[in-house]
């Protein structure tokens, strides 16, 4: 059914009824409307320290065009606490519908943005947190991690960590320390404290990195890792029990790859219907918000162009693709990665109806983050 504008869907169809304010008076094309929804759907990485960066300004104005769902800030972004509080109220300030994320990766350990270096508090890694402390004493420790993290303007952290120690050589994890131990019991336990001091701050998080990284022998950051002879099924433990306790955060999906979630296509884990669609949602019923980890790792981009692996993730029933300009840089136009969602669905690669089901359980993640 043809509409010339998307106020006109907006009024007359529930599909897309909240996605820009129903019955504006100013005209918005179809086109537009619909990548407001798809902006949503995208969180990015970007460079630049404060508001008078125009590349910080470009990112800003993304947001208020909702060409993209939110922000995720790295070391690049952070010189001190003053200045990343100020940068995230810029974004926090935005003219959007629906509250941005802000998004850092915080565990603990080797994997910190907010570095005692630049004037924050130092937390373990998991491994130490879980040989140290008993469980209510890690609970402090992150209680004072979201403390921080809330002062700093973020509302979303992507941790806990609940891989297995499974292989102690594992380059990313073990070796790291990433990881709160072997057995699925106690990393469910510290992990839980973990997600109940953030949610006690309204600061959502994101367990990872599913359905398991503990037992590669390679780092996806950096090459593409078979794990078929490596994973265990009880790599999926921590993540059962998490859920059985009511946890509503986000999952975030890995780039490892085994054989029997490929298809016979070499689809790692984050491109994976089987993995997310079958493993994650029909197996577990996980229902919240699934996001990739970021697409521009070594294990995807060596395989897939950028507006590929987007097109592919969101197919693979992600909710929310990861780019974070790290490793490598994006197209610059602020519309790539809504438009290739558009693509996707013109060419019937994605479906209309699942990316609206994403959009919804995004919209509903918002709502409850710290504004």
């Not at 005209?27 to 320290?49: A, C, D, N, W």
């Not at 078929?228 to 009880?234: M, R």
Request: charged share 20%; hydrophobic share 40%.
């Amino acid at each position: 059914m043809p509409f010339r504008s998307f106020t006109l869907l907006a009024c007359l169809s529930m599909a897309l009824v909240t996605v820009a304010p129903a019955c504006d008076a100013r005209p918005v094309t179809r086109e537009q409307g619909l990548h407001k929804m798809y902006g949503q759907l995208v969180i990015k990485g970007f460079s630049g320290q404060t508001a008078n960066d125009m590349r910080v300004r470009t990112v800003r104005k993304a947001l208020e065009q909702s060409l993209l769902g939110g922000v995720i800030l790295f070391q690049k972004n952070i010189k001190n606490p003053k200045q990343v509080a100020a940068l995230n109220r810029y974004f926090r300030d935005a003219d959007t519908r629906h509250n941005p994320i802000i998004a850092v990766d915080e565990e603990g350990g080797a994997v910190e943005r907010l570095t005692r270096a630049k004037g924050f508090t130092y937390t373990p890694g998991h491994f130490r947190m879980q040989q140290r402390s008993t469980v209510a004493q890690a609970r402090k420790r992150y209680d004072g991690m979201a403390k921080e993290l809330v002062k700093a303007g973020f509302n979303t952290n992507f941790g806990p960590v609940v891989d297995l120690r499974l292989n102690p050589n594992n380059p990313v994890i073990a070796r790291n320390y990433r990881s709160f131990g072997i057995h699925p019991l106690y990393v469910a336990r510290y992990a839980q404290s973990f997600v109940a001091a953030h949610d006690a701050a309204n600061i959502g998080t994101a367990l990872k990195h599913w359905p398991g990284h503990g037992s590669s022998t390679k780092d996806s950051h950096l090459r593409f890792v078979d794990v078929t002879e490596h994973w265990k099924s009880i790599e999926i433990e921590p993540y059962r029990r998490l859920f059985a306790q009511g946890y509503s955060g986000m999952v975030m999906t890995s780039h490892i790859y085994h054989r029997d979630w490929g298809g016979g296509r070499n689809l790692p884990a984050s491109l994976s219907p089987v993995a997310i669609k079958t493993m994650l949602r029909d197996d577990l019923g996980f229902d919240g918000v699934v996001i990739t980890d970021d697409l521009q790792m070594r294990s995807i981009s060596a395989k897939h162009q950028l507006d590929e692996a987007i097109i592919k993730a969101l197919a693979a029933g992600n909710d929310i693709v990861l780019i974070g300009n790290v490793l490598a840089q994006a197209p610059p136009n602020p519309d790539f990665a809504v438009r290739a969602i558009a693509r996707g669905v013109r060419e019937g690669r994605l479906n209309f109806k699942q990316l609206y089901r994403s959009w919804q359980r995004v919209i509903a993640y918002k709502a409850r983050l710290r504004r």
